[in-house]
């Protein structure tokens, strides 16, 4: 599917406001009269794509400039606050069968997926190529990281989220360690930038791309200290800049559900996006994400992220704003569902014209409290310094990001009078749904949902409700790319001398593995810094 945009206008699109997305300011801008600033290659964007892209096109022997947006002693790329997982395989064949499937969603095993054409998938004349590129690549990940200096990356073979798709058996994964895996692999990363002496414009993001008469990017209108600058390209420049996680114009037009909550970086709010609609790029699966449900509202109105917050552990289960379950409180944690379990958040009622499980509502008794920091602390906002959660969760009791009661119909009266439940919960209903739960433990068997790990009844008190939202670390949509990381048009072209890689328009069409935006970054970050460095130079 696809969003069709010229410069800084929609086509076919009337409802979506220019001013709602900010595309007044993304028109592409004329060449300037004089440039500020110049480089062979100028990448706008400073996280882990952005650094495999300088790390390569450096040394293919061009001179690159980094333009990011965040300030030094502030940078919190999504590459360095994850997990440090990195797909990885063993054999071509295999890896490119595998990704085809959980990417684009073709050949699938047979009783699994829908009818032909029913994903968000790439160009069909894209997706070949793609895939291509990405089973040469993943094998080289350990390979490539580990030319840059010492890494431990222990792999975990074979290791793939849908163990019966074509090729799975050669595929797996690496973790970057120590932990927090996130700051192991950024810190690798930002140690080759640095000892190769490649530029770094902090506080510098970039607004509009500068295009020529004859059509193609000659470099980046951007922004420092409040005044624009022209810096030039002489070969090409790379978009970098991540998703679209914290733009509320964006994720209101393209997301399903609405109030997502993501647990990334806080910068990233489509700038790359908007570039590339200036510029006339294509979008693809833009309502497509890495998603689950997250710690939201209050927390991101406090902190401006979001936290993962398990919902599968002893003491605690998942109930829609009426206080039924709804799902399998694995399949918000493990494989294969685990990144796909947003689809479930954001079903709508069409009777009663809302989607009942935004919020949903974590419960949570006080074994599980005292158990220790109920959100994750290996990865996201803990790990970079944004907030670090409590040990015994009493600051975030403090704050009302958990919400607390001595009873479970107290707890329910607590949360009807959150302005997001608005009543709707029932007491009653709370109470008979955690009755019904502690005896599927009893029995060791829940006949509902069939949750099987970690079947442990919800049953000290107080009690605790968060609220949680569709969310996860990332967007994947964005500006079609190919296989040589060039950005296409609306006409199915490629834009001269426009690249991308990372997150920004993520390959990642159909499904998702954790570990994928990684290895993306990777594969695409030298794919865009090989090609652009060998561009000749319009200047």
């Known amino acids: 599917m696809y969003l069709i945009f010229c410069r800084g206008a929609a086509v076919g699109a009337g409802a979506i406001a220019l ?10 801008a004329p060449p300037p009269e004089k440039w500020d600033e110049e480089a062979d290659v100028v990448i706008v964007g400073y996280g882990g794509a952005g650094a495999v892209t300088a790390i390569t096109a450096h040394d293919e022997g061009a001179d690159v400039l980094l333009l990011e947006k965040q300030p030094a002693n502030m940078h919190t790329p999504n590459s360095k606050m994850c997990g440090g997982l990195i797909h990885y395989a ?4 295999d890896a490119t069968a595998y990704f085809k499937a959980i990417a684009f969603g073709e050949n699938l095993p047979p009783g699994t997926g829908d009818s032909a054409g029913a994903y968000p998938k790439y160009p069909k004349e894209l997706v070949d190529d793609i895939a291509d590129v990405w089973g040469k690549g993943v ?18 073979m074979p290791k793939p989220a849908f163990p ?37 414009s902090w506080e510098t993001p970039g607004k509009r791309l500068v295009i020529s008469d004859e059509g193609e990017i000659h470099g980046v209108i951007a922004e420092r200290r409040g005044k624009e600058i022209a810096v030039k390209a002489r070969k090409a420049v790379v978009l970098t800049a991540g998703g679209f996680e914290y733009d509320e114009g964006l994720k209101k037009e393209f997301l399903p559900g609405w109030k997502w909550a993501f647990m990334g970086n806080p910068d990233n709010t489509g700038d790359g996006v908007r570039m590339a609609m200036g510029a006339g790029a294509v979008l693809g699966h833009m309502f497509h994400a890495a998603a689950r449900v997250v710690g939201g509202g209050i927390i991101v ?10 919902c599968n552990q002893a003491g605690m289960i998942l109930v829609d704003n009426y206080g039924r379950r709804y799902a399998n409180e694995d399949h918000t944690a493990v494989d294969p569902q685990r990144y796909q379990f947003y689809n479930l958040a954001i079903v709508y009622d069409v009777s009663k014209l809302e989607y009942p499980r935004i919020p949903s509502w974590l419960i949570v008794d006080d074994r599980r409290i005292k158990a220790g920091p109920l959100a994750s602390t290996t990865y996201g906002a803990h790990t970079v310094g944004i ?15 958990l919400l607390k009661a001595n009873t479970i119909e107290q707890l329910a009266q607590t949360i009807a009078k959150h302005p997001e439940n608005m009543g709707r919960i029932d007491p009653a209903t709370l109470k008979e749904t955690i009755d019904k739960y502690n005896r599927y433990c009893d029995q060791e068997k ?11 009844r919800v049953e000290e008190p107080p009690y605790y409700a968060v609220a949680m939202y569709p969310g996860g670390p990332n967007t994947e949509g964005g500006p079609i790319r190919d296989a040589k990381a060039q950005v296409i048009n609306v006409f199915g072209e490629p834009i001269p001398r426009l690249y991308a890689a990372g997150e920004l328009g993520s390959v990642f069409s159909f499904a998702y593995q954790g570990g994928g935006n990684v290895a993306e970054l990777i594969i695409f970050g030298r794919i865009a810094g090989q090609n652009a460095a060998a561009k000749k130079s319009w200047s």
């Open 19 to 28: 001013s709602g997305l900010g595309l007044r300011t993304a028109k592409a």
């Open 90 to 93: 063993i054999d071509v064949a």
């Open 139 to 156: 094998v080289q990940t350990v390979d490539w990281l580990q030319s840059l200096g010492p890494i431990e990356l222990p792999i975990s």
């Open 164 to 200: 019966d798709f074509p090729g799975a058996g050669s595929y797996g994964t690496v973790s970057a360690r120590p932990r927090p895996g996130g700051l192991t692999f950024f810190k690798h990363l930002t140690d080759a930038v640095e000892a190769r002496g490649i530029n770094i």
């Open 301 to 310: 109105d406090d902190i401006g992220t979001g936290f993962r917050i398990p």
């Open 387 to 401: 907030h670090e959660w409590s040990e015994d969760n009493s600051v975030e009791i403090g704050k009302g990001w």
């Open 446 to 456: 829940d006949p509902d949902f069939g949750r099987t790990r970690i079947l442990t």
